[in-house]
């Protein structure tokens, strides 16, 4: 699912407009890609958490050039979803 049938979907469900729900859809991402590059975790009742997990810094090989490298500590983001049972 992209995010244009998410979009769709949810124009088709509340009817309103397509514009209106993708900048909606849009300020959302946003507010949730500012704060997780500020350091903040994200709490969603009901759905999951967008958090920031520390990386430390390791060791990595470039095989092709017999190369040891250092990839150093970093920062990534990261999803975890509320569980749920799927219907099939």
């Known amino acids: 699912m992209t995010k244009a049938d998410i979009i769709s979907m949810i124009a088709s469900e509340v009817d309103i407009d397509k514009s209106h729900i993708s900048k909606t859809i849009e300020a959302f991402m946003d507010t949730i890609k500012d704060s997780l590059e500020k350091g903040e975790n994200i709490y969603l009742r009901g759905f999951g958490t967008f958090e920031v997990k ?22 990534i983001p990261f999803f975890n979803l509320v569980s749920i049972s799927l219907k099939k």
Do not use: D
């Open 54 to 75: 520390k990386r430390a810094e390791k060791k990595a090989r470039n095989i092709s050039k017999n190369k040891t490298l250092i990839i150093p500590a970093h920062h």
